[in-house]
């Protein structure tokens, strides 16, 4: 019974083949600033000068993975991860320089990770992020079939004096929302509880109901619609007034992300009828019965990033950016919570 | 019904809770580059000079995750994950600078995640490493109950003039071994696969042969000894000799990482009888009927690290590390096998 390593489940022919299918996508993410090739030890990125500030940011895309295989629309999380990070360097003002990906699964299969990681060096490629380097991980037993997970990590940079924070925030400055194109990558547990429930409800399947219609497509689609990456509107608000900081409306929703971008005694008034929430919100929301409060504590509600900038600059900021929306803006703050719905 | 995140399985407050447990041992990893606190959409870290080259690394610790927890081990594997990541920007000459970590599970279990992140920080503030970030995903239903997976991203940096790589490698080097503990993080499913079969062969369970003794522990012990870092032994040999090239053996082996350091037309002579193989390699492979070939393809075989220097340091490269291997030296290559045992 000579046992080999393939036979107990972990072929590295197999993740050779499966990176051999992605070479080239890979290639075209290359910039100025890489050095060597790709499958060293380590990635190699010429350093910026000492003037500026690393920022680096980790990030996974949740349980939207399990929607993404069901309906067989892999692309789209791999996309997701590259434009979470990006957003999430972009809230400290940074632009993006490099990307890794972690791959876990426990039988690789290369269409499978052709598609994912494909998908991530595409977006790379697009936003000029180069994918740096990466680690496939076959664990047999560990993952269960078909199923995998995902881990990105993502440095940017952005010079000193143009960094980003809660300490550049003053009373009475201006809060500008961009819409989201959905619940990006946060939530997806609810959403799923929430149809999985209302499938039973209706003696009908998850998949009947992710194929019911939804405004111009189906519940399906716009729950697997792609993160937005705010890159391209992040600079022309750079370019149009000067920014304060930024919130990336992520895991915890309003009230978990937006006070990370306020200092200690100032909070945010928001006004409601300032943007619609999207249907699928409202669809899921009221199937689950979920109280308007744990929509705004799960969800983005329909706005992906709050952007602060002076009052002063609110009008140049709104006409920099096509669908930029006027939420409100920042208040001092004493007790409860620091985002307050008016 | 009304449905809340935390019904559906996900408890940002757990996750709090997590985190405010190794808060302290997280800001121990503090160090001057550091700029602002651990909380922030990105980690922000002072770039070093334009000199200097960023080396960035992904890894995971594989399937050694089960052998941890069903031995209740799980600092381990935490430990495991940093020393991974430095070893691997060191092959390319870099100190370390910071490090991120992903930690997925389905149900996160404070207690556990405590463990195993707070040794990550541990390592780091041992080694001088920013721990600067991390993610904790809280994934119903995509683990199964108890298991989590980590990823660990760390970036490193080198001065232009001092990277290492295949192409300061000549003809005749000397290749340097640096002793492993043990299998590091790499061929765990073959040994599991391994020991479960020898297991139902002696009609006794996994924990049994995990419990038996060799030399002066037990298999479980062996098998769950830290992956070693050389941060110490790369620093004392890079001021006695001038390293050319390094290889980190991990999954593939000999053959899978050697190479990596080495030019097209160059291979390695290693001398078989320059060190002995441990006690645990030479069990699963006996019991496994594991070939001499496919052992080397997939485990480190008790040798972690090679280091190229030049043949004239040779000498002095030994003498500089207590348990330095003089294992061998670069020959031509023309076909087949790039390592070839002698």
């Known amino acids: 019974m000579s046992l080999t390593y ?8 197999r993740a050779d083949d499966a990176l051999a299918r992605i070479r080239e996508r890979v290639r075209k993410t290359r910039r100025a600033e890489v050095i060597g090739e790709i499958g060293q030890f380590g990635g190699l990125f010429a350093s910026p000068g000492a003037d500026a500030v690393l920022v680096a940011t980790t990030d996974g895309v949740g349980t939207k993975l399990e929607l993404a295989r069901l309906l067989d629309r892999h692309e789209v999380v791999g996309t997701d991860l590259v434009h979470h990070c990006v957003n999430d360097a972009m809230a400290m003002g940074a632009e993006p320089l490099f990307f890794l990906d972690y791959f876990a699964t426990s039988r690789l299969e290369p269409t499978v990770f052709a598609r994912v990681v494909g998908a991530m060096a595409d977006a ?51 809060l500008i929302g961009l819409p989201s194109t959905g619940l990006h990558t946060n939530g997806y547990s609810l959403a799923r509880e929430i149809l999985s429930r209302a499938a039973e409800r209706q003696n009908a399947t998850l998949r009947d109901l992710l194929a019911a219609p939804l405004e111009r497509m189906t ?85 992906g990033l709050v952007v602060v900038v002076s009052a002063s600059d609110r009008d140049k900021a709104l006409a920099s ?22």
């Open 124 to 174: 790379c490629a697009r936003l000029g992020v180069a994918l740096l380097g990466g680690e496939t991980a076959e664990m047999p037993g560990m993952y269960a079939p078909g199923t995998y997970d995902l881990a990105g990590f993502l440095v940017g940079a952005v010079s000193r004096d143009r960094l980003l924070g809660p300490d550049r925030v003053r009373e009475g400055d201006a």
């Open 6 to 13: 393939k036979a107990a489940g972990v072929d590295i022919g």
């Open 321 to 342: 950016v096509e669908d930029a929306v006027d939420l409100g803006r920042v208040v001092p703050y004493t007790f409860g919570r620091r985002v307050r719905f008016v």
């Open 219 to 303: 519940v399906g689609e716009a729950l697997l619609s792609v993160h937005r990456c705010y890159l391209p509107e992040f600079r022309a608000l750079r370019d149009a007034a000067e920014l304060r900081a930024i919130a990336h409306l992520t895991g915890g929703g309003w009230e978990g992300n937006l006070p990370r971008a306020l200092p200690a005694g100032l909070g945010a008034e928001i006004r409601r009828d300032s943007w619609q929430v999207p249907a699928i919100f409202t669809l899921l929301g009221d199937l689950g019965e979920v109280t308007e409060e744990e929509r705004f504590d799960t969800w983005n509600m329909g706005i």
